[in-house]
C-alpha cells in the first residue's frame, strides 16, 4: 500500500515571504499522480497543483511550484510571494490509477498546517 | 461550472435520527466519492461510485451508513441512527477523464 507523510505538522511564514512544504511517498509504482490540495479555515478542499510522475518537468501554477525528485519520492511544494489568504492545512495526496479496484482512491498525507503572518 | 454541490453546509441533529447528505457532482464527471474527515483519522473514503454503480464501499464504516447515486447528477450519504461518533465534516467529490478530483464545500454534521 502507499503511503504519503508530511513531516510538517505545522509551519509559518512571513507575508511576502517563501515557503517550503515537504511531502514524501512509498510506491513501487511507476506510473502514478501527486496532487496538493489546500483546505483554508472554510473546510473546502481546493486544487493547487498535480504533478504527473512520467513529467519530468516541475509542475508551476501562479506563485506555487513543486520539486518533484522521483528517485528520493520527494514531493515539495514552494509558496512564493506567500500572502495572507495561503493560510491554510496543505495535503499531500498520491494516485496510482494502475492499482484495480483501488486505482481512484487518492491517499493523503496528515497534513501541514501553515500560518502566514503579516 | 458550479463545481460540486452539497447540502446541507451544516448539520446538528440528536442522537438516533436519520441524517440524509446530498451531493450533486459536477456536469460531466462519472465518478464520484464520498469521504469524512475527523482529526482523528483525517480524510477518509468511505464509497465510491462510476457511472452511478458503487465500486468499492469498504471505506464504509458499519451498516448504519448507506450511499445511493440514482442518476448522474445527484447522490445521498445516509446515516441511520445517527451517533456522536458520526460527527464530521462529510466531502463529496467528482471526477471525469484524468485524475483530479474536485471537492464540495463539504457538509459539517454534529450529533449531539
Known amino acids: 500500500a502507499q503511503t504519503v507523510t508530511q513531516s510538517q505538522p505545522e509551519m509559518s511564514v512571513q507575508e511576502a515571504e517563501t515557503v517550503t512544504l515537504s511531502c514524501t511517498y512509498d510506491?513501487?509504482?511507476?506510473?502514478?499522480?501527486l496532487f496538493w490540495y489546500k483546505q483554508p479555515p472554510s473546510r473546502q478542499m481546493i486544487l493547487v497543483i498535480r504533478?504527473?510522475?512520467?513529467?519530468?518537468q516541475n509542475a508551476t501554477e501562479n506563485r506555487f511550484s513543486v520539486n518533484f525528485q522521483k528517485a528520493a519520492k520527494s514531493f515539495s511544494l514552494k509558496i512564493s510571494d506567500s500572502q495572507l489568504g495561503d493560510t491554510a492545512m496543505y495535503f499531500c495526496a498520491f494516485l496510482n490509477p494502475d492499482s484495480g479496484a483501488g486505482s481512484y482512491q487518492l491517499t493523503f498525507g496528515k497534513g501541514t498546517k501553515l500560518s502566514v503572518i503579516p | 461550472d458550479a463545481g460540486v454541490i452539497q447540502s446541507p453546509r451544516h448539520e446538528v441533529t440528536e442522537m438516533g435520527q436519520e441524517v440524509t447528505l446530498r451531493c450533486k457532482p459536477i456536469?460531466?464527471?462519472?465518478?464520484l466519492f464520498w469521504y469524512r474527515q475527523t482529526m482523528m483519522r483525517g480524510l477518509e473514503l468511505l464509497i465510491y461510485?462510476?457511472?452511478?454503480?458503487?465500486?468499492?464501499d469498504s471505506g464504509m464504516p458499519e451498516d448504519r451508513f448507506s450511499a445511493k447515486m440514482p442518476n448522474a447528477s445527484f447522490s445521498t450519504l445516509k446515516i441511520q441512527p445517527s451517533e456522536p461518533r458520526d460527527s464530521a465534516v462529510y466531502f463529496c467529490?467528482?471526477?471525469?477523464?484524468?485524475?483530479?478530483?474536485?471537492f464540495g464545500p463539504g457538509t459539517r454534521l454534529l450529533v449531539l
Open positions: 467529490a467528482s471526477r471525469a477523464l484524468g485524475e483530479t478530483q474536485y
Open positions: 510506491t513501487s509504482e511507476n506510473n502514478y499522480y
Open positions: 461510485f462510476n457511472n452511478n454503480v458503487p465500486i468499492d
Open positions: 504533478q504527473e510522475a512520467y513529467k519530468q
Open positions: 456536469s460531466g464527471h462519472d465518478y
